[in-house]
């Protein structure tokens, strides 16, 4: 007996290593993501140049292209990913079910619906946009909720209400871009592919915090989170308050999602991809809502790059995230579909 339970803390151990090993790996990669990100543009500058503009120092071209570009679309790719993988990540847990992502299940459709009405329809734009959009976003969630609820809270019944609650976001977005001024559509459907291009400075405040606010509280929940995911009778029976936990993860991550979504637009497949790939790098048993955060940001991040640089013509974010979703999703509907799972 003593054995086995020392070969259990010993396995145990190696488990807890290997995350913080990935971790660190993956918190170096989004440093050197980082300095590319502020290094590469139009004009290619000296880490020399960017420290020294960093530092205060006004350098002429150099200042605005590294403060007034690249620094909010570094700010915006980074917040924006922790929010897609923190909240992907919380779903993905919470229902059990890797389909059970945010912009699968039309809550980024949702907020993206509204914020396309701002823009297009009332002209609305900066934080009064992501405000309608938190409040688009938290009543589709809501909406979901009591469709799934209906006789006894249902998983598949919450994934099946939410694809098709999609179907009809996307329905809304096409007939308001078909009605709005041929002048706007441009700058919209940039934005709907998911788009750094243009943050400004000025909306980076509010996002940050709400992002920064959003997970802690997720961090500070997430050991109920993972109990939840053992099954409602094993929460119960473990003291959890499924109801107000699942409310709560429910409410921060939609307002996370709402105001990356606000300011960077609903960026295709990082919330579907963040969860799977964090847990299959530092292990399934220590998969947790840090490591997805930074799996989102290390996504936005290279396929912002990716994007700019690497595809001959320059393509917005979201168009290269999207192509790493759709196989993944195609590969999770065939085994799911062996297994009987859906």
């Known amino acids: 007996m003593t054995e086995l339970i020392f070969k259990l803390k010993k396995a145990k151990k190696r488990r807890?290593?290997?995350?913080?090993?990935?971790?660190?790996?993956?918190t170096l990669i989004i440093l050197i993501l980082i300095g590319l990100s502020l290094y590469m543009g139009n004009t290619i500058y000296s880490?020399?140049?960017?420290?020294?503009?960093?530092?205060?120092?006004?350098?002429?071209?150099?200042?605005?292209?590294?403060?007034?570009?690249?620094?909010?679309?570094?700010?915006?790719?980074?917040?924006?990913?922790?929010?897609?993988?923190?909240?992907?990540?919380?779903?993905?847990?919470?229902?059990r079910n890797h389909l059970a992502s945010p912009?699968?299940?039309?809550?980024?459709?949702?907020?993206?619906?509204?914020?396309?009405?701002?823009?297009?329809?009332?002209?609305?734009?900066?934080?009064?946009?992501?405000?309608?959009?938190?409040?688009?976003?938290?009543?589709i969630t809501v909406l979901i909720f009591i469709l799934a609820s209906w006789k006894g809270f249902s998983n598949e019944r919450m994934i099946l209400i939410g694809i098709g609650m999609q179907a009809i976001m996307r329905a809304i977005i096409n007939f308001v871009i078909q009605k709005a001024s041929t002048y706007?559509?441009?700058?919209?459907?940039?934005?709907?592919?998911?788009?750094?291009?243009?943050?400004?400075?000025?909306?980076?405040?509010?996002?940050s915090l709400t992002i920064a606010l959003g997970a802690i509280v997720i961090l500070v929940f997430e050991d109920q989170l993972k109990i939840i995911e053992l099954g409602d009778e094993s929460a119960v029976a473990l003291g959890v308050k499924?109801?107000?936990?699942?409310?709560?993860?429910?409410?921060?991550?939609?307002?996370?999602?709402?105001?990356?979504?606000a300011v960077a637009g609903p960026i295709a497949s990082v919330a579907f991809l963040s969860g799977p790939?964090?847990?299959?790098?530092?292990?399934?048993?220590?998969?947790?809502?840090?490591?997805?955060?930074?799996?989102?940001?290390?996504l936005i991040l290279a396929s912002d790059l990716t994007g700019q640089f690497a595809l001959g013509s320059r393509f917005p974010v979201g168009v290269v995230t999207g192509l790493l979703g759709t196989p993944y999703l195609l590969y999770l509907l065939i085994t799911m579909n062996r297994k009987n799972k859906i």
């Open 16 to 26: 807890k290593n290997r995350a913080i090993t990935a971790m660190v790996i993956m």
């Open 47 to 95: 880490p020399k140049i960017v420290w020294r503009v960093l530092s205060g120092e006004n350098i002429k071209g150099a200042t605005y292209a590294i403060k007034s570009i690249r620094l909010p679309r570094l700010f915006a790719g980074i917040f924006a990913g922790i929010a897609f993988g923190m909240g992907g990540f919380v779903f993905q847990t919470m229902l």
């Open 103 to 139: 912009d699968i299940i039309g809550i980024t459709s949702g907020s993206g619906a509204v914020a396309v009405i701002c823009i297009l329809i009332f002209k609305v734009s900066g934080f009064s946009a992501s405000a309608f959009s938190v409040i688009g976003g938290l009543s």
């Open 184 to 207: 706007d559509v441009p700058a919209a459907l940039r934005w709907l592919s998911g788009s750094l291009n243009g943050v400004a400075m000025s909306s980076i405040p509010i996002m």
């Open 242 to 261: 499924i109801t107000r936990v699942r409310a709560l993860l429910s409410v921060v991550s939609v307002i996370m999602l709402a105001f990356a979504i």
């Open 277 to 298: 790939i964090s847990s299959k790098i530092t292990g399934k048993s220590q998969a947790n809502a840090g490591a997805a955060a930074l799996v989102g940001i290390i």
